[in-house]
Structures are given as structure tokens and as C-alpha cells.
């Protein structure tokens, strides 16, 4: 027997069958291997019926070769058939694994798969890597495209990334690193359904021109990242879990924390220490119904204010050309997933608020006072003031988390790709500083006099929404000095380029409202 079929058709030592050589499926976006699911394939066999036929495709089909038949080398099978090119994949058992691949892919032993194809996949595991040495001579002067991921571990654990050990292992092939960003779902249902990105790197141009070509005929987008020393960067693409939200989530934990506490010392303690009242009931429900709009606002007003601190920083220096701390620099990338929040604690509050009535304890007081007034002999009660000031209240709550969700819906990318600059700017700027301005609005009416009632402080502490208050009005405030025309022009000019004490003196155009909508710069 030759060694490359004993290579291709022995299982390596020490490994289960679930995790033999090809027959392991491969996830590119799971970080970790279970193999309670590693037997299940991800096709149906109502998607992708197959008659086992070993039949040889056109000859003028560019043919690509798959060494694996796990979850993802079906998938990327399908998409390559579907692509129009001719599949032969290379596999230990090719006669069971026939059913699970689509009819027009060919399947044999990964000796013969290798034969034909220039560009072949390589659809398995680090650890597997070695047992493909006895092919090195038949796949010498190919190109192999690296589509494994390491576990966070693996990833810590090895210096080099998979695909640079995969060169190592074949000095004589152009190893390319693509396709560990895509799922196996989305090779399936198609680019439509996931992410189109596609990150490509190689040491070889030709080789990664050829994987380019492919990624653009399989639908995809593909992402130059230049020589194979960034496939490491490249594989811990999928090991990543919301790195962009990680500050802003803490934060909104921070904030919700605090106003939690704070409310529970107004609302829940002071009442049992003062008066002995048992209002524990209120911590399920009404304590975080009046800490999550506490939260919505706060984290509203900071999506604005370093945009305020930027124009400050400009205006100060008189030149846009120097660079903001590196402190304000994040936090304006973090604006969209703080505005995401913001809404998310506001669409929160607003179930909450229609779930208050459904309350046993809602139902008792009104019992109660119900009893109240007929003892007390009262037959019509009527506060015209409260009633106009909750009228206002809910309609100016309603138009915010209306404003609100306008940003939301347009914060996407699917939405944001179909707007040009103005009009995403227009709906992000504008009528996310209206949605600020209503939601100010909505805490004023809901506080009305009540901080400047004594017994509104309990424990010498203000109400809540006084502390959300100082934020908002101070961007308020800045929003409408910058309107000033004085303040105005000095930083449009400044936008435009215009530095004090330095080479550029240019006036603006007449046209001082045509100056600032093209001065986003």
C-alpha cells in the first residue's frame, strides 16, 4: 500500500472516530467542538439529494477539490456546485458520505481527489494537518485555501496561526487563508443570509487572485489582508463576542446598577426605615421600571456629548487637523452601540409601563382608594393640572421612543447602505438631537414641581430624575450656543480646513446654509 493512501484512509493515533482526519465537522464561527453534534449533518437530505454516482463532470467546469466531508465541506460543496464548478471531494469513506453531498460533486479517497483540482480546500482540523504528508508530492505546486479556526485555547496556545502551519508543513503549495469568517449556514442559504465579507491573505499574489476570482463567483465580498502573517489576526476574527460592545454594555450595567440602588433607597428603604412600610413588592417592577428610562436617557445623552466635546476641542484649537484624545476617540466609536442600548432600556420602560395595571398590588390600591373616598364622602375627584401634565407626559414619551426607534431601524447596515451621507447624517444629527429634546421634555413633565417639594427628598436625596437631567441640558445648551452665528461659522471654517495662524485663508461662500450642510469633514 502506499504511504499516501495509508495517510488518506488511516484514522490518526489517538483520535475517536468523531474527530478522525475529515469526517469531523468544521463550524468557522463556534469557538469550541462538542461532540455530541459532530454525526449530524447540517444538509438535509431533502436539500441535497445525491445517487452516489462517481460520474466525471465537464471537463471546461473549473474544477476546485475538498479534502473533509464535515458540516462544512457540505456546505461549501453546495455553494461551490451552485457557483458553477465542478466539486470532487476527497474523503476516507466516500461510499457513506455519498448521500450527504449534492449529486453533481464528485466523491472518492483524498488521494484521487487531489490528483486534478489546482485549488484545493482544506477542510479540517489543525491536528489532522500531518496525516496529508504523504500526499506532499501530488500536492505540490497547488494552492491550498486554509479554512480552519482554532479554539480560544489553540489560538493562545500556538505562536503561528493554522495557516502558516499548514505552509510549513507544504513549502511547495500556495497555502491561502479564507472562508473561517463565513458559517456553514451562510455557504448554504447563501451570501443573502449572512455575511458577505469574505478576509483573504497569502504570500503568493497569483494564488490569491485565484481565491479573489472565486470568492466574487460564489457571491461574496473579498477583504485583501494582505500576507499570510495575517491569518492569525484573521482567525481570531470568530473567536471575538461583541468586542465593539463591550464598554457601552458595561456601562449600561454600570448606570442600571447605580439608579437601581438609588431608587431602592428612595422607594423601598426609606419608607421601612422611616415609617416601617414593607414596599419590598416594588423591587420586581416598579423600581426597574424607574430605573430603565433613567438608563435610556443618560445613555441618549452621551451618544451626543462627545460630538459636543469634539466641537469644543476644534473651536479651542481653531484646526481639525490634530487628533482627539485617545479616550474621546473610542468614545465616539462607541456612539451606535450606546444609541442601540439607549433604546433597548426605553423599549423596556414602555412594556413595563403597560404591565403596571396587570399588578395585583395595582388592583388592591385602587380598592382601597376606592373605599377611601366613599368613606370620606367624595363622589367625584378631579385634578385638572395632574391630568394635562400626564397627558403631555405619555405623548412626549411616545414621540421619543418613536424617534428613537427611527435611529434604531436606520443604525442598521441593510438600511444604512440604502441612505446617501445627508440623509443618514440628516436622520442621525437632526432627529437624533430631537428625540434628546422630547425625551427632556418627557423627564420635565414627569418631574413638574416635585423638586421643589421637601418631601420629595427622602434620605436628603433629590428624585431620580433630577441627576438625569444635568447631562442632557448641558448638551442642550452647548447644541444651541453652537448655533449662534458667530460660533457657527468660526467652526464651519474650521471643518473646511481652515486653520488659525496657518497657510489656508479661503472666505466662505455666500451661501452660509450650503457651507454647513457640505462641511462633514
Request: aromatic share 10%; proline share 6%.
Amino acid at each position: 500500500m502506499k504511504s499516501g493512501q495509508l495517510a488518506s484512509r488511516a484514522p490518526a493515533p489517538g483520535c475517536s472516530k468523531s474527530l478522525d482526519m475529515e469526517d469531523s465537522p468544521l463550524h468557522p464561527q463556534s469557538a469550541t467542538r462538542t461532540s455530541g453534534k459532530m454525526d449530524k449533518p447540517l444538509i438535509s437530505h431533502h436539500l441535497v439529494d445525491s445517487d452516489g454516482s462517481l460520474a466525471e463532470a465537464p471537463s471546461e467546469v473549473p474544477k476546485v477539490g475538498i479534502l473533509g466531508s464535515g458540516d462544512f465541506a457540505r456546505s461549501l460543496a453546495t455553494r461551490l456546485v451552485g457557483s458553477g464548478f465542478s466539486v470532487v471531494v476527497g474523503s476516507r469513506n466516500p461510499k457513506r458520505m455519498a448521500g450527504l453531498f449534492p449529486s453533481a460533486a464528485q466523491l472518492t479517497f483524498q488521494e484521487e481527489a487531489v490528483g486534478s483540482p489546482e485549488v484545493i480546500f482544506v477542510a479540517m482540523f489543525r491536528e489532522h494537518y500531518s496525516t496529508l504528508c504523504g500526499l506532499s508530492d501530488q500536492l505540490s505546486g497547488k494552492i491550498l485555501v486554509d479554512v480552519s479556526n482554532p479554539t480560544e485555547q489553540e489560538h493562545l496556545q500556538h505562536h503561528e496561526s493554522n495557516a502558516e502551519y499548514l505552509a510549513s508543513l507544504f513549502p511547495t503549495c500556495a497555502v491561502v487563508k479564507a472562508f473561517n469568517v463565513i458559517s456553514a449556514w451562510t455557504l448554504q442559504s447563501g451570501p443573502r443570509d449572512g455575511n458577505r465579507q469574505v478576509p483573504i491573505c497569502s504570500d503568493q499574489p497569483e494564488a490569491k487572485r485565484t481565491v479573489l476570482e472565486m470568492v466574487r463567483a460564489m457571491g461574496f465580498t473579498p477583504v485583501d489582508m494582505g500576507s499570510l502573517a495575517s491569518a492569525r489576526e484573521v482567525e481570531a476574527m470568530p473567536l471575538r463576542l461583541f468586542p465593539g460592545w463591550k464598554v457601552p454594555a458595561l456601562l449600561a450595567l454600570g448606570l442600571f446598577i447605580f439608579f437601581y440602588a438609588y431608587n431602592f433607597v428612595r422607594d423601598v428603604l426609606e419608607p421601612y426605615v422611616q415609617e416601617g412600610k414593607n414596599k419590598f413588592y416594588k423591587l420586581p417592577v416598579l423600581v426597574v421600571n424607574t430605573t430603565l428610562p433613567c438608563v435610556a436617557y443618560v445613555l441618549l445623552s452621551l451618544v451626543y456629548l462627545p460630538g459636543v466635546l469634539a466641537a469644543a476641542l476644534q473651536l479651542r484649537r481653531s484646526t481639525k487637523y490634530q487628533r482627539f484624545p485617545d479616550w474621546l476617540d473610542h468614545w465616539l466609536q462607541h456612539r451606535k452601540q450606546m444609541g442601540l442600548l439607549s433604546f433597548f432600556c426605553a423599549a423596556l420602560h414602555a412594556v413595563y409601563s403597560l404591565c403596571l395595571p396587570l399588578r395585583r398590588s395595582h388592583r388592591y390600591e385602587l380598592v382601597n382608594l376606592a373605599i377611601k373616598q366613599v368613606l370620606t364622602n367624595k363622589s367625584h375627584i378631579w385634578n385638572e393640572e395632574e391630568v394635562w401634565r400626564m397627558e403631555i407626559y405619555l405623548s412626549l414619551g411616545v414621540l421619543a421612543l418613536g424617534m428613537l426607534s427611527l435611529l434604531a431601524v436606520t443604525s442598521l447596515p441593510s438600511i444604512a447602505n440604502s441612505l446617501n451621507w445627508r440623509e443618514f447624517s440628516f436622520v442621525q444629527s437632526t432627529l437624533g438631537f430631537v428625540a434628546l429634546v422630547l425625551s427632556t421634555l418627557h423627564t420635565l413633565t414627569y418631574g413638574w414641581t416635585r423638586a421643589f417639594e421637601e418631601s420629595r427628598y427622602k434620605f436628603f436625596l433629590p428624585p431620580t430624575f433630577t441627576l438625569t437631567l444635568l447631562v442632557p441640558c448641558v448638551i442642550i445648551l452647548a447644541k444651541g450656543l453652537f448655533l449662534l452665528p458667530c460660533v457657527s461659522r468660526r467652526l464651519t471654517k474650521i471643518r473646511r480646513g481652515w486653520e488659525k495662524d496657518g497657510s489656508v485663508r479661503f472666505t466662505l461662500p455666500v451661501d452660509h446654509a450650503l457651507a454647513q450642510k457640505t462641511s462633514h469633514v
